[in-house]
């Protein structure tokens, strides 16, 4: 078998291309992969999250709290 210059370089090209194809693969893997679990992060911390009815009772009763708070305090000063 003649090594010409031209199987040479077709060797040291096929050497050099071939790790970095497999290290884009498995770096585009593990992107999916990452992307998937960020996704499911996402609506496990959605699941959490206050609708508008909690968020309106709470704040109604920290505002009912506040004007017998303020009752008390106006009926001190008097």
């Not at 050099?16 to 992307?35: C, G, T, V």
């Not at 309106?56 to 106006?74: E, M, S």
Request: charged share 25%.
């Amino acid at each position: 078998m003649d090594l010409t210059p031209n199987l040479l370089w077709q060797v040291v090209t096929t050497l050099a291309i071939a790790p970095l194809a497999y290290f884009l693969k498995a770096s585009l893997d593990r992107l999916r992969q990452m992307e998937l679990c960020l996704s499911r992060t996402r609506e496990q911390l959605a699941r959490g999250y206050a609708t508008k009815a909690n968020l309106h009772a709470d704040v109604g009763r920290v505002l009912a709290r506040l004007a017998i708070w303020r009752r008390r305090r106006c009926q001190m000063s008097s």
